[in-house]
């Protein structure tokens, strides 16, 4: 088993860092769950960075993720995020750069795994807007998977991670708890034995003035700041693993 995922801050495990501060995230907890499942060493790479469109992903990340040697069996593909969050979006387009990087793995004989991302509106700014865009991208991704025979994990209908436990506090990334939900609809997907992830509901957080003006203060005004200035958090980041790494099939504790 060769696996690579190629995506953005979703796909890098933004949100669910380790003590170092790198992070980890649901493509790394799912090579560990296949290194178990499969009772073997799987191989895994990792080409995701943060801030990519999807043009990037579905284009320079899948072209480094097919040439890697030996080639890899299982690819997941996610994108879009950070394109439905921009004015003037064209979801059409995005279907069609989906569409043609399945058409480049089914032809290159790698298993393809699709991915919706989570869906972070019900706490965002202008939310309703992008989950809208959520549901029309979604529905339409799913049709190319059908079309294609590929397989589409829709994290973005999961209704338990849209809660705001599994979200970091900008809101717009997974926390540990999401990446570990993630992870398991993919793994429970791939007809690997596991109980999707889920957390006790805690009490309903109330969105104070002060919470409401710090979180702003701390989250959206610099991502508004990025955009204006036309950078992105991602701009001089490369993949963190850009190169197959040998993950170990170790017992669950």
Aim: proline share 6%; hydrophobic share 40%; net charge positive.
């Amino acid at each position: 088993m060769r696996y690579v995922a190629i995506g953005d801050s979703f796909t890098e495990g933004v949100g669910d860092e380790r003590p170092d501060g790198t992070p980890r995230g649901w493509a790394d907890l799912v090579a560990e769950g296949l290194a178990v499942g499969l009772g073997e060493t799987v191989h895994y790479a990792n080409l995701a960075v943060r801030g990519r469109l999807l043009e990037p992903i579905a284009t320079t990340q899948l072209d480094v993720a097919l040439a890697l040697s030996p080639a890899p069996t299982l690819l997941t593909l996610n994108g879009g995020g950070n394109d439905m969050m921009r004015p003037g979006v064209d979801l059409a387009r995005l279907v069609r750069l989906t569409e043609q990087a399945v058409r480049r793995c089914v032809a290159a004989g790698v298993r393809l795994v699709l991915l919706s991302g989570a869906d972070p509106s019900q706490r965002l700014p202008f939310g309703r807007t992008v989950h809208r865009r959520g549901e029309v991208l979604t529905a339409a991704i799913a049709k190319v998977a059908e079309r294609h025979d590929v397989l589409l994990v829709d994290a973005f209908n999961d209704v338990e991670v849209r809660r705001a436990e599994y979200w970091s506090p900008d809101r717009l990334h997974l926390n540990a708890a999401g990446h570990r939900r993630v992870a398991s609809l993919v793994l429970k997907a791939l007809g690997h034995t596991t109980e999707a992830h889920a957390v006790d509901p805690g009490p309903v957080a109330r969105r104070s003035l002060v919470a409401e003006t710090r979180y702003y203060r701390e989250h959206v005004l610099p991502w508004v700041n990025r955009r204006i200035r036309g950078i992105s958090s991602g701009d001089d980041a490369t993949g963190k693993h850009p190169d197959w790494v040998p993950v170990e099939a170790r017992p669950r504790v």
